[in-house]
């Protein structure tokens, strides 16, 4: 059997969903997962002690809250929060982004909390 | 001391170099490097063994010629070539590209020859 080779349109993919902080799989490459999310508003301080978290912008902009200081992403931009890095995302506007990092990797790190949410499949 | 904390521009970082077909990495996520590079005309058939690898195409038009079938990628799409699939990078105008995969991993797999070229750091 032939498995189908279809590509992954980003626009078309963000179309599918409206729900923010809400991690969306659009591929998996060995043991990561590339992910969207929509954001708007502020997320919760956290922090990832296994992992790097790279973040992409697509449209909008994003800022990462760090203890020293901020990160400002426009579309085009990418940061990688490394591990163990404190961090807080924050967009005034309706922003998405795309996300790299392993797989089973939850949003909110080491705080947990009502907003905890695993990523799910986009087909 | 406070590590700078500075954003990746990807065309800032597309406009710093003009060699084809070298890998300029522009970050690193755990044990994985996120880098750049500009293709045009065709690359060889090769293959990796170990490893997935991401591209997305940035601006251009890039065709990923697959044994049983061409993906073809527009700006904003990207696809996951699977490990042990063999595949060839053909581009017939300019195209800018990122790459994603562990560190390491060679341009041109298996094949290997008088195109291979670990990635570049740029800075």
């Given at each position: 059997m032939t498995e189908p080779r279809a590509s992954v349109n980003l626009a078309h993919k963000l179309a599918q969903f409206d729900e923010l902080w809400t991690q969306k799989k659009i591929a998996d490459l060995n043991d990561y997962e590339v992910k969207l999310a929509k954001l708007k508003g502020e997320f919760i301080w956290h922090t990832h002690e296994d992992t790097d978290e790279l973040f992409l912008v697509i449209s909008g902009r994003l800022t990462i809250r760090l203890r020293d200081g901020d990160v400002v992403l426009e579309p085009g931009e990418l940061f990688v929060v490394p591990r163990g890095v404190e961090h807080c995302p924050v967009a005034d506007e309706e922003t998405a982004i795309l996300l790299l990092e392993p797989?089973?990797?939850?949003?909110?790190?080491?705080?947990?909390?009502?907003l905890t949410k695993a990523a799910e499949p986009l087909d």
């Open positions: 797989a089973g990797v939850l949003n909110t790190g080491d705080a947990g909390g009502p």
